[in-house]
């Protein structure tokens, strides 16, 4: 079975500083998917970005990049130019679709919190 | 964007009633709809994968008989907790993902907070 392991259960930044938060995965599949969620007070869940395991370039969405490392199964995302509204609980999730079907589900890591200090 | 809506957004219910939870997506089809459950500063645990038209595929130590999860549309999946206890009391979310975009994001419910009292 796939496992998601998030090791920072608590992460703080400065303000405006760069912080990264680790996610390292387990899986014999060549094909699947990466993202970090962001679920804020209000417990909705916000997709940050997303990762298709065959495309070796790493994904950026504006402040967010991540570093993805295949071989290693390593999947860390790096926020820059923190903001208090990042302030948030962060999963790194995972889905894997060897038949391609759609309906596979995601598994999520046990997630770190990050506070953003003033 | 794609929006999914989950009603109601907080109940309290009585030890031994029961509480259905819905998961309606507005905008487009869903064949395939997720049930997880998430305890106070936990993670995201899958309870079962509700497919339209068939029986819900139960992840393992979820009671199917206390969970009863029905899909009858394309665009609504019903959570019921059957005779409800105090250890039910936790937040349920659902999420969709597109029919016919197998590569599509999951979209997210805002989540159901469940207290049984």
């Known amino acids: 079975a796939q496992t998601v392991t998030q090791s920072q259960p608590e992460m703080s930044v400065q303000e405006a500083e760069t912080v990264t938060l680790s996610c390292t995965y387990d899986t014999s599949e060549s094909d699947y998917y990466l993202f970090w969620y962001k679920q804020p007070p209000s417990r909705q869940m916000i997709l940050v970005i997303r990762?298709?395991?065959?495309?070796?370039q790493n994904a950026t969405e504006n402040r967010f990049s991540v570093n993805f490392q295949k071989a290693a199964k390593s999947f860390s995302l790096k926020i820059s130019d923190s903001q208090l509204g990042d302030a948030a609980m962060y999963f790194c999730a995972y889905r894997s679709d060897p038949r391609n079907s759609g309906n596979t589900p995601l598994v999520f890591g046990k997630g770190t919190r990050l506070s953003v200090i003033a | 964007g794609a929006v999914v809506s989950q009603h109601p957004s907080r109940v309290i219910c009585k030890s031994g009633t029961s509480v259905k939870i819905e998961c309606r997506s507005l905008?487009?089809?869903?064949?395939?709809m997720f049930w997880y459950r998430q305890f106070p500063k936990q993670s995201l645990m899958l309870m079962a994968t509700s497919n339209e038209g068939s029986k819900a595929t139960y992840e393992q130590g979820v009671e199917k008989d206390k969970f009863l999860i029905n899909h009858a549309s394309l665009t609504l999946s019903t959570l019921t907790v059957t005779s409800a206890h105090p250890e039910d009391s936790s937040f349920y979310i659902c999420?969709?993902?597109?029919?016919?975009?197998?590569?599509?994001?999951?979209?997210f419910g805002n989540g159901t907070r469940l207290t049984v009292t």
């Open positions: 999420s969709a993902r597109l029919a016919g975009q197998l590569n599509s994001p999951l979209h």
């Open positions: 905008d487009f089809q869903a064949t395939t």
């Open positions: 990762q298709e395991a065959y495309k070796q």
